[in-house]
């Protein structure tokens, strides 16, 4: 696995417009089950901009709807040189990963710098007093990925910390021969965690070979290579660049295809009871 670190890359988005001259020949999907957001449609048109965000603009590619995802928002950020925020976000019961895909980004909390170049990977729980600025000469690009944080009596809140794809060993899936892999950025069985957000490598020819169907929200954001990805029932052919968000209980199935590997950044909600919805009207 160390040697194919070498030939890890990551998309960034790049704007602008299509010509005139095309014609409609996209590949976006929305359905009931899952969304399909191809690279092309993450054009200037689409940006959106953030409160006491400076220099920056950004897609949103998932965001909480009633019927569909609910837990979280998945950003792709573009911060122009000298921009960033002292005040990204006011809403403190939000917990935050960051991983960048391209330039560099200053992040700074507890008193302490950390600079996060492509590969680059922070989490940050609710209630942190934290900073985000782009102090070098090119376009910084990350994801933000943000969840209301779901708190346990007796359970501690987990710490903020900072690594990078680069020092994190991907596991092998049991029976795959390295085939299939994941980078776990948190240990699974820590429990201070309600969210995963993770990296997936497949070599050329590896697969999920079943449909997986399981109670967790999922938001892939396609770093690397390509494949045919099943989402609910249809086959879906995706590439870097590509993001595909899928409701609790999509069926999803995968074949890498092309000659280097296929790798995504993966969001999913673990490790809480499912909540209980009064549907009756009826006080306890």
Request: negative net charge; contains cysteine.
């Amino acid at each position: 696995m160390k040697d194919l670190k070498k030939k890890w890359t990551y998309a960034v988005a790049e704007g602008g417009l299509p010509p005139q001259s095309a014609r409609l020949t996209d590949r976006a999907i929305f359905t009931t089950a899952y969304a399909f957001i191809p690279k092309g449609v993450m054009a200037d048109i689409v940006t959106s901009f953030l409160p006491f965000w400076q220099e920056t603009r950004l897609w949103v590619l998932a965001r909480p709807m009633t019927g569909f995802s609910e837990t979280f928002s998945h950003y792709l950020m573009d911060v122009k040189p000298g921009g960033g925020s002292n005040r990204p976000d006011d809403d403190t019961t939000a917990q935050h990963v960051l991983f960048v895909t391209g330039g560099q980004i200053t992040l700074a909390y507890h008193g302490v710098d950390h600079i996060l170049t492509a590969g680059g990977y922070a989490y940050l729980p609710p209630a942190t007093d934290w900073t985000c600025h782009n102090t070098s000469d090119g376009n910084a690009c990350f994801h933000w990925i943000r969840k209301r944080y779901q708190a346990v009596e007796g359970i501690d809140w987990p710490e903020a910390f900072v690594t990078s794809d680069q020092a994190t060993a991907p596991i092998a899936m049991p029976d795959t021969g390295g085939l299939w892999a994941t980078s776990r950025f948190v240990e699974p069985d820590d429990l201070r965690h309600d969210m995963h957000v993770n990296i997936v490598t497949f070599q050329p020819g590896g697969v999920i070979p079943f449909s997986e169907t399981h109670v967790m929200e999922h938001g892939l954001y396609v770093l690397q290579g390509s494949a045919k990805y099943l989402l609910n029932q249809d086959w879906v052919d995706v590439e870097a660049g590509d993001y595909m968000w899928l409701r609790a209980f999509c069926p999803q199935a995968c074949e890498a295809t092309g000659n280097e590997p296929f790798r995504y950044l993966l969001y999913k909600d673990v490790n809480r009871h499912m909540p209980l919805l009064n549907i009756t009207g009826i006080s306890p």
